[in-house]
């Protein structure tokens, strides 16, 4: 009997901790990646790695993945912060066929902390990227109008589509299944 | 004489392509002349383009009561305002968030005493007009009129170093241009109705 009450508080606790890894995400929890650059960070803040439309360009062409999601968001952009962990939750629906969403955060390195604890509510995995210019200066660098923008890139970091605005899901998942459409199946 | 006519068409192309930064989509060029809108003060007076027909150089700046940014941005328009106050700046704040209102902007203005006009369109006319897409969006025009700057009000949220809507106005008040007259604004979208 004691045994089965251990085994049985185990199970519970093993339930928990699942629900708790899945993060804010509206959707089913995401499969765990077993790459190292996709670790989950489970404690204190997330890393933001300070870079520009140059930097992220040059690590685009270093990734195996054939269309790349990048989500310019801010802690200030309230459609931004809603919309983050399902547009994140689309990394693990389309991961088998050859995408990467990655986002790019637009507060200011002054303001790194409140974007990094915004991430740490959400079960993002490492890189995450923060901009190293003065906002006016980074929306002209990377080309942004308004936030929330979601642009898809190939695998070389040329542009394929820009979505920009308060949208639906739907609209950028659209566009992925286009895209992903003309990479020829491996 | 041909290649010559040329080579300085193609001359004069390139600096004025240069003087605004490459790549921008605006619905207003420098030196168009401000279009006139129709908004609603928050003292329930209606203000248009005429209404500040008396002031040396216009500051209309597109905002709202909501965004984080704009809110960020409204001690800088205040402090603007009074310091070129004397100097016959004006400066007039519009909002066109489709969800907001005059009285909440009332509140707004009477909390932090702005010192200048804010006022509310809510069709969203002005802003497709003026090409806003974000609030804070800053334009600033000469005697007459014409656009002399667009863009974000300076560089930064957290530490500003360069002054860029003030440094138009300066340049406004003496005849003279700005190096760089387009600059990418930052900020909330505009949330504005679709045009009839």
């Given amino acids: 009997m004691n045994s089965l009450i251990k085994f049985g508080g185990i199970a519970i606790f093993i339930a928990c901790l ?11 929890p995401p499969a765990r990646q077993t790459t190292t650059d996709t670790k989950l960070k489970l404690l204190g803040e997330v890393e933001l790695v300070p870079t520009d439309s140059k930097g ?3 690590w685009m062409q270093t990734q195996s993945s054939d269309l790349i999601l990048v989500d310019y ?3 200030w952009c309230a ?6 962990p399902q547009v994140w939750g689309l990394q693990s629906q389309y991961s088998d066929r050859g995408l990467k969403v990655i986002g790019v955060s637009l507060n ?3 303001d ?5 604890e915004f991430l740490s509510t959400c079960g993002v995995s490492s890189p995450q990227w923060i901009a190293r210019l003065p906002s006016s200066e980074a929306f002209t660098d990377f080309e942004l109008d308004q936030l929330p923008t979601y642009r898809l890139f190939d695998k070389q970091g040329n542009v394929l589509e820009t979505l920009s605005g308060d949208m639906k899901l739907d609209e950028v998942i659209s566009k992925i299944e286009s895209h992903l459409k003309l990479i020829p199946l491996k | 004489m041909r290649l010559c006519h040329i080579f300085t068409t193609g001359l004069v192309g390139l600096l004025i392509s240069v003087s605004s930064s490459p790549g921008q989509d605006t619905v207003l060029q420098t030196g168009n002349q401000a279009p006139d809108f129709k908004a609603t003060a928050t003292n329930g007076d209606e203000v248009t383009l005429n209404s500040f027909k008396g002031a040396d150089v216009l500051v209309v700046v597109f905002t709202c009561n909501g965004c984080p940014v704009a809110k960020a941005y409204e001690d800088r328009l205040i402090q603007l305002s009074k310091e070129y106050g004397d100097k016959n700046v004006q400066l007039v704040a519009i909002n066109n968030h489709q969800s907001e209102d005059v009285a909440a902007m009332k509140s707004r203005s009477e909390e932090k005493d702005f010192p200048f006009v804010y006022a509310y369109e809510g069709s969203g ?3 497709r007009a003026y090409g806003a897409k974000v609030t804070p969006h800053c334009f600033v ?13 300076d560089d930064s949220q957290t530490a500003p170093k360069a002054n860029y809507v003030a440094d138009a106005v300066d340049a406004a008040l003496t005849g003279k241009t700005v190096d760089v007259s387009i600059r990418k604004a930052f900020g909330c979208g505009i949330k504005m109705r679709a045009s009839k």
């Fill in chain 1, 18 to 28: 699942s629900v708790w890894l899945s993060g804010c995400s509206t959707e089913s």
């Fill in chain 1, 56 to 58: 992220l360009r040059s």
């Fill in chain 1, 73 to 75: 968001w801010a802690t």
């Fill in chain 1, 79 to 84: 459609p931004c912060t809603e919309k983050f």
């Fill in chain 1, 108 to 110: 200011e390195l002054n």
């Fill in chain 1, 112 to 116: 790194k902390k409140a974007a990094a």
């Fill in chain 2, 125 to 127: 006319d002005s802003a």
């Fill in chain 2, 141 to 153: 025009f000469d005697k007459d009129r014409k656009l002399v700057y667009q863009g974000a009000f």
